[in-house]
């Protein structure tokens, strides 16, 4: 009988855990079909705002990975990179700096990223960490100063990095607290800006 309750509970646990996480994703994409205006059906798919096609991702976490958004953009990238912030731009902090140097280096080795990228622009270079497997892409692609424009309005919105892996450009916020405001308030923005990194490379 104390095995069938053990079983019993290991049940509810499981079952409690997954209506958490189906109310933690309900409540997401209520959120961001709220302040898009548009209906994102699904955790992961494709969506169009005024005009611009994008893909976003959404995962509620777990007790080993946290929560994450993301949108992207395809684009005819011959190289790759990632962008993350060194320090505060203006957003809401939502990790620390230990955590964002532990981001950008677990995200280095595990896409390869070896090589950090200056841009000459004084005030980018100081805000932002840039590497790449292909620094000459890279370096190339901020020459834009649109583009360098669009990465800093990009990271006011709130977000931990900006990734390009040769065929889509993505931006991320991890965590992504399901419980927020502001997130989802500067996703247009974010889009609009995404699309600008993707219109001219």
């Not at 991702?57 to 993350?84: K, M, Q, V, W």
């Not at 900006?162 to 996703?187: M, N």
Request: hydrophobic fraction near 40%.
């Amino acid at each position: 009988m104390e095995y069938v309750y053990f079983i019993l509970l290991i049940a509810v646990v499981v079952f409690a855990a997954f209506l958490h996480t189906w109310y933690k994703e309900r409540n997401v994409l209520s959120k961001l079909s709220k302040v898009l205006d548009i209906k994102l059906s699904g955790a992961k798919g494709s969506a169009a705002w005024h005009g611009i096609d994008f893909e976003y991702d959404y995962y509620s976490g777990d007790e080993n990975t946290p929560s994450h958004f993301s949108i992207s953009r395809p684009c005819a990238a011959s190289g790759n990179f990632l962008i993350t912030a060194k320090a505060d731009t203006g957003a809401r902090n939502l990790i620390n700096m230990k955590g964002i140097r532990h981001l950008a280096n677990k995200l280095l080795k595990s896409m390869g990223f070896s090589n950090e990228i200056k841009t000459h622009d004084p005030d980018f270079d100081k805000d932002f960490y840039v590497t790449a497997e292909t620094p000459r892409f890279a370096g190339g692609f901020l020459e834009s100063r649109d583009k360098r424009q669009a990465i800093k309005e990009i990271f006011l919105s709130g977000s931990q990095s900006i990734r390009c892996d040769g065929s889509l450009i993505s931006v991320f916020w991890e965590p992504f607290p399901y419980k927020g405001k502001a997130e989802y308030s500067s996703i247009p923005a974010a889009i609009h800006n995404l699309a600008r990194l993707t219109g001219e490379i």
